[in-house]
């Protein structure tokens, strides 16, 4: 059982915009940036926001993320059959002094 | 353009240790946290722990009375050693650059399968 909680699925059809959460705690999230990564079939995951809200140079400003409290989201605009992946949330926590990951959310572009 | 590589066994006996190295390159590895990201197969990440260029670690605590993780900065390679395996620890293990403290991972390598089994 992961220490960070995300739906284990999420799905939309093209061109339509789906929110992915992920839920912790205030030794967490609460505390503490939340980064988001997607991982695309048989490849290594990729940093896609960091900082709650910071995209890497090269990712796409249809992918966004926001925090409050001890949850936060990722939200993809204009989905394209390409974002078909598993994504993760990670963040620093303070109580086990580690990274710790969301269970990952398999999305699914219908 | 910084790459990073796995090496190291892809099989491991019970009971063994797990050993790999994960080598630098196009960039210094000084100044970053370096880390061990495991994955089995089908399943989520999870973070074995890092290491700064300074030495200085931090491991998950469920792992950590069985790893060490070092870093050689004339090599530009950093290790992870994983003791008394079982099948429990068959995944994916990935190396990956960290910036600041937060997990904010900019450069992964591509990941090396390691199988526990007699």
């Known amino acids: 059982q992961s220490v960070l909680t995300q739906p284990p699925s999420a799905s939309g059809t093209p061109g339509q915009r789906v929110t992915i959460s992920c839920s912790g705690s205030s030794s967490n999230i609460g505390n503490n940036n939340v980064n988001w990564y997607q991982q695309l079939p048989g490849t290594a995951p990729k940093l896609l926001i960091y900082s709650n809200n910071q995209r890497p140079s090269g990712v796409p400003d249809r992918f966004s993320g926001s925090k409050s409290g001890t949850s936060a989201s990722l939200g993809i605009s204009g989905l394209q059959s390409e974002d078909e992946a598993d994504y993760y949330c990670a963040a620093w926590d303070d109580s086990l002094n580690g990274v710790v990951f969301g269970g990952g959310t398999k999305l699914t572009v219908l | 353009q910084v790459q990073l590589q796995e090496s190291g066994p892809g099989l491991v006996k019970p009971s063994e240790t797990l050993s790999l190295t994960c080598t630098v390159s196009?960039?210094?590895?000084?100044?970053?946290?370096w880390s061990w990201i495991r994955q089995p197969a089908g399943k989520g990440l999870e973070c074995i722990g890092r290491?700064?260029?300074?030495?200085?670690?931090n491991y998950n605590p469920s792992l950590k009375s069985r790893v060490t993780m070092l870093v050689d900065t004339s090599k530009n390679q950093f290790s992870l050693k994983l003791s008394s395996v079982t099948a429990a620890d068959t995944a994916v293990y990935y190396c990956?650059?960290?910036?600041?403290?937060?997990?904010?991972?900019?450069?992964w390598g591509q990941g090396t399968l390691v199988t526990v089994s007699s």
């Open positions: 290491i700064y260029t300074s030495g200085s670690a």
């Open positions: 990956a650059r960290g910036v600041g403290w937060e997990p904010r991972f900019d450069y």
């Open positions: 196009g960039g210094s590895i000084s100044s970053y946290y």
